[in-house]
């Protein structure tokens, strides 16, 4: 049995595999019922804020947006705090239980909150418990996604593995990245068809205590298997070793690196790296030593790790530098895809959801369900068909590059806002100039298909892009990147909306959006992801050949 793993349960040594089945799908449950809970609650969250607590569109936006980036950002805090002090298991069991907390927040926000006369738009004043309460469920969600997110699929591959030091093969990466999105999205389809149609017919209070129920049952689901989880031991000094390299750079900047002959670099004996790359050159000034009798210790070890690190410490914060301009790629793109859900339901309310079942609705919160779809089954027909026909009439095994998925992913965002920039244009002219004459809903269709197909091709591009590129050390960092996105194009997404209206004296997002102009908003969101494109063949080109891709992959 490895030294550096803890495997508890005497099913682990008779039965590796079931027992790999078992806890894998233990994890995957867990967080797709805590994602359940979450995201059942965010489409109806700002009708929720402007109707029970008569808050404005603008404020209620900015709410949710920075609602969106904490929940989104935690998870990076929460990585290096796995990856360097309490390992996997613990934060996740942390994070859940705080959620839960947040989450019985909310219910009690909703069994207390002011009642509101809706034929005059007028509410009771709210009291600072009230406010208490549902501010305490934005912020104890925000630091529980972190312990949930950032470690949940990270641990689900500490399962597959023989020990701490070996990478999974990419077979069984994209295995059990394919299992992880796909109940990820059976998570996001329950939540946004069932969950906002209980919160629309029975109330926020049983709405929002289905969620409690589920967050619940995530919590007891996950430490229900805990004595059959393989939790590997964390690296103790990840965070502070990244720092030690910008300071030790910093200290020898008198080193001349071109005096190669009177310099050698330090490293640990058996390192993969024993001579730094030539990329962010600078940075090889932290292990480069002219003189080692004076800086390493007899055992061959830095007598000061802030002024000498070793050449793996340079190679993994340069991993982790190299891959960041690839990541701000992906901003827009979230941007364009998730950060407009507030905006689509104010549409959706606004037009006619009539379907062919006689006297039902669709709820104005539960179109994102669409882009759901779209986003299974184009990885369906992906994987099912497309990658196989290829590979047959080539006669060898074919698969698209993570540069060029993720290319594709935010060229495809373009179509998808202009799409919808148009669809408002239609809809604002036909309510103010044909007689109040709604338009359909089914034509915010093209913008949930379209941003199906790119969240699909750039989501998990993206995160195995990550995983194989950083160190194995920094698992738990490398699968909550993608999630920044999210974080950093809420933050943006709140500029954006407050700037915006600023500039143009409140016309453009306002409550009543047949008045506004959320047609130009989204234009503006299209010149956005135009740029995005061009700047990532740039940084696509400045990275050149990713580990992760083949002789037969096309990048």
Same mark, same amino acid.
């Given at each position: 049995m490895d030294q550096e793993a803890l495997l508890v349960g005497k099913a682990t040594d008779q039965h590796p595999e079931k027992r790999t089945v078992s806890t894998i799908s233990c994890i995957l449950a867990s967080q797709a019922l805590e994602k359940l809970a979450y995201y059942g609650l965010v489409p109806n969250m700002i009708l929720y804020l402007t109707v029970e607590y008569g808050m404005g569109t603008t404020e209620a936006a900015n709410?949710?947006?920075?609602?969106?980036?904490?929940?989104?950002?935690?998870?990076?805090?929460?990585?290096?705090?796995?990856?360097?002090?309490?390992?996997?298991?613990?934060?996740?069991?942390?994070?859940?239980?705080?959620?839960?907390?947040?989450?019985?927040?909310?219910?009690?926000?909703?069994?207390?909150?002011?009642?509101?006369?809706?034929?005059?738009?007028?509410?009771?004043?709210?009291?600072?418990?009230?406010?208490?309460?549902?501010?305490?469920?934005?912020t104890l969600t925000s630091i529980g996604a972190g312990g949930v997110r950032s470690s949940c699929l990270a641990f689900?591959?500490?399962?597959?593995?023989?020990n701490n030091t070996t990478r999974i093969s990419t077979s069984a990466l994209e295995t059990l990245f394919n299992w992880y999105y796909f109940s990820v999205m059976l998570a996001y389809f329950l939540s946004e068809s069932l969950l906002v149609f209980v919160q629309t017919k029975y109330g926020w209070q049983i709405g929002f205590g289905v969620s409690l129920a589920s967050m619940a049952l995530s919590v007891a689901l996950f430490f229900a298997a805990s004595p059959f989880y393989v939790k590997f031991k964390c690296e103790h000094g990840l965070v502070s070793g990244l720092f030690q390299v910008l300071v030790a750079a910093f200290r020898n900047q008198h080193v001349d690196l071109s005096e190669e002959y009177i310099i050698s670099y330090h490293h640990e004996t058996g390192s993969s790296f024993s001579i730094p790359s030539q990329k962010l050159r600078y940075l090889n000034k932290a292990c480069a030593t002219s003189n080692p009798r004076q800086d390493l210790t007899l055992t061959g070890n830095s007598q000061n790790p802030w002024k000498l690190c070793t050449v793996q410490q340079v190679e993994d914060f340069?991993?982790?530098?190299?891959?960041?301009?690839?990541? %701000?790629?992906?901003?827009? &793109? =979230?941007?364009?895809?998730?950060?407009? !859900?507030?905006?689509?339901?104010?549409?959706?309310?606004?037009?006619?959801?009539?379907?062919?079942?006689?006297?039902f609705e669709i709820p104005p919160g539960c179109y994102g369900v669409f882009m759901i779809i779209s986003f299974v089954l184009f990885l369906v027909i992906y994987d099912l068909v497309v990658i196989p026909s290829v590979s047959w009439a080539l006669r060898k095994p074919f698969r698209?590059?993570?540069m060029v998925r993720m290319g594709a992913g935010i060229a495809i965002s373009v179509l998808c806002i202009s799409t919808l920039a148009i669809v408002e244009y239609v809809r604002r002219k036909r309510a103010r100039e044909e007689g109040g004459t709604?338009?359909?809903?089914?034509?915010?269709?093209?913008?949930?298909?379209?941003?199906?197909?790119?969240?699909?091709?750039i989501s998990i591009a993206q995160?195995?892009?990550?995983?194989?590129?950083?160190?194995?050390?920094?698992? %738990?960092?490398?699968?909550? &990147? =993608?999630?920044?996105?999210?974080?950093? !194009?809420s933050l943006v997404s709140s500029w954006i909306v407050t700037a915006v209206d600023t500039a143009t004296c409140r016309t453009w997002i306002i409550e009543d959006i047949n008045e506004g102009h959320l047609d130009y908003y989204y234009w503006l969101m299209t010149a956005f992801s135009l740029l995005n494109v061009v700047y990532f063949v740039w940084c696509s080109k400045a990275y050149g050949k990713c580990k992760s891709d083949t002789d037969n992959s096309i990048n």
């Open positions: 709410i949710l947006f920075l609602w969106s980036a904490a929940t989104n950002f935690f998870p990076l805090i929460c990585a290096f705090i796995a990856d360097s002090y309490t390992g996997r298991f613990p934060l996740i069991g942390f994070g859940s239980s705080t959620s839960l907390l947040g989450m019985l927040s909310l219910w009690l926000a909703a069994m207390i909150q002011p009642k509101c006369d809706k034929s005059i738009d007028v509410c009771q004043p709210i009291t600072p418990f009230q406010l208490f309460l549902l501010y305490s469920f934005f689900a591959a500490d399962q597959v593995q023989l340069k991993s982790l530098v190299n891959v960041l301009p690839i990541w %701000s790629t992906g901003i827009i &793109l =979230s941007l364009v895809t998730a950060c407009q !859900a507030s905006f689509i339901v104010l549409q959706a309310k606004a037009m006619d959801r009539r379907t062919f079942i006689k006297g698209l590059g993570v709604m338009l359909s809903a089914m034509w915010l269709l093209p913008y949930m298909l379209l941003g199906g197909i790119s969240e699909a091709l995160n195995e892009f990550f995983y194989s590129e950083l160190p194995k050390s920094m698992s %738990s960092v490398a699968t909550t &990147l =993608s999630g920044l996105n999210m974080a950093a !194009a």
